[in-house]
């Protein structure tokens, strides 16, 4: 027994010294430029030979190398000659730090129980120790909304940066919006368990339940000074005086028409999650000001007799619309691909900075954080990436270097821990 337990304590410290995160950065304290690189402004624009330079986290300037404006001799310098030069890409609708290992129960944290829950905050359940966002930043992805799952009302939504000690250092705009799982309207004439009346009414208690919560909590939002606080009708609130968002899951088109009436009944600014569906009812998203938050291009239409390709399509069918779009990964490890999805969509129709913008600036206007992120622009944050290759393009993507905020991030991760440990056992080099 002491042999065996000698055993197991040897491989979880090994174990603990193969999958380390690295520490988080630390602020920036000297002024950086970045050279000689190929600048993806994030808006369309691009700068070949370019520079930006950064100061305090902030970027203080960008443009043409030859001609920066500014004197940059005490700046650090950094020499990107045949690199790119991105903004971070902003993943929507994860569970990053909210589950680490599918199978294992105790390891997510992502739902609540209920069915009705607008005050659950996914933020305080951030773990800044996982080990999934490491190796997502690795890839771009520098800012990611975590999303609470389950139920009719998920719960509130947080944006972080996925660099920190805990999740107050990771926050970047809390409880931003609200997340509705739009009732399924279909009816299931096959279903083995439940009739077509039962399956109405199913429908017909979610959506009572939907109405008389929010009739509720419009009501008590025009109370000043109530004298018993109710947290559900306090989460609410913001829906009702702009500052938060309400994101509305649906994929179909009677449910998504069903929840643009529900939202404009009830004055409440809605984000489209998902919209499969979307392409087929571009003028009414455009003519109600309605953006989109599309999941993945690698996957399969929903329907047997749509075009096999219709996710690869439906970005440009948006684009072409004049809708506000960015492109997704629900989930949590599968966020790294982000960034392939959004270049698969460039054989598609897309330009190549249209998919950019869809994974950058777009993202950023529907988070309300465009402001200071999304772009490479004077007065933003200073986070972006430097790629040795297309970061869109899965066979020449290499991220060499990730700021966020100045910070200059170790893109060290499990998965290259990993990578190296084997290379060294069989004795391979790169």
Not at 26 to 33: A, G, L, N
Not at 205 to 233: H, R, T, V, W
Not at 314 to 320: A, E
Request: hydrophobic share 40%; glycine share 8%.
């Amino acid at each position: 027994m002491k042999n065996l337990f000698s055993v197991v304590i040897f491989f979880a410290v090994t174990g603990i010294i193969y999958s380390q995160n690295p520490s988080p950065a630390k602020e920036q304290d000297k002024p950086i430029v970045v050279t000689n690189a190929t600048i993806h402004v994030g808006n369309g624009q691009v700068i070949t030979n370019g520079a930006v330079a950064f100061n305090k986290g902030k970027i203080v300037a960008v443009g043409d190398a030859a001609k920066l404006g500014i004197d940059v001799a005490g700046y650090d310098k950094i020499d990107a000659q045949g690199k790119d030069v991105y903004p971070g890409f902003i993943a929507l609708n994860t569970i990053l730090g909210l589950s680490e290992i599918e199978a294992a129960r105790a390891t997510n944290d992502y739902a609540e129980v209920g069915n009705l829950n607008p005050d659950v905050r996914a933020i305080i359940a951030y773990n800044t120790d996982s080990k999934v966002p490491a190796t997502v930043r690795s890839n771009g992805v520098l800012l990611a909304q975590i999303v609470p799952q389950g139920g009719l009302i998920s719960g509130q939504s947080s944006v972080v940066e996925l660099d920190g000690w805990n999740w107050e250092d990771a926050a970047y705009k809390m409880d931003e919006g609200i997340h509705l799982n739009w009732p399924g309207m279909n009816i299931n004439r096959f279903s083995a368990t439940e009739s077509d009346d039962v399956q109405r009414e199913h429908i017909q208690k979610g959506l009572y339940n939907l109405n008389d919560l929010f009739k509720n909590a419009k009501a008590y939002s025009q109370i000043k000074n109530p004298a018993e606080k109710n947290l559900k009708m306090e989460s609410m609130k913001g829906l009702f005086d702009g500052s938060k968002k309400l994101y509305v899951h649906a994929y179909y088109v009677k449910e998504i028409t069903a929840a643009l009436n529900f939202c404009k009944e009830y004055g409440v600014q809605m984000v489209l999650v998902g919209g499969n569906d979307a392409w087929r009812i571009t003028d009414l998203l455009k003519s109600q000001n309605i953006p989109v938050v599309l999941g993945r291009t690698h996957s399969l239409p929903i329907r047997d007799d749509e075009d096999v390709d219709m996710p690869y399509k439906l970005p440009n069918l948006l684009q072409q619309a004049g809708i506000n779009y960015c492109i997704s990964i629900d989930g949590f490890w599968q966020v790294r691909n982000i960034s392939f999805n959004a270049g698969t969509a460039v054989a598609y129709g897309l330009t190549k900075e249209q998919a950019l913008m869809a994974i950058t600036i777009n993202a950023a206007k529907i988070l309300g954080i465009d402001k200071t992120v999304g772009t490479i622009e004077v007065g933003k944050d200073a986070t972006l990436i430097i790629s040795d290759g297309d970061a869109l393009d899965m066979k020449s993507n290499n991220i060499t270097q990730a700021f966020v905020r100045g910070k200059n991030i170790n893109l060290d991760n499990i998965q290259k821990q990993l990578y190296k440990k084997y290379m060294d056992k069989y004795g391979l080099k790169e």
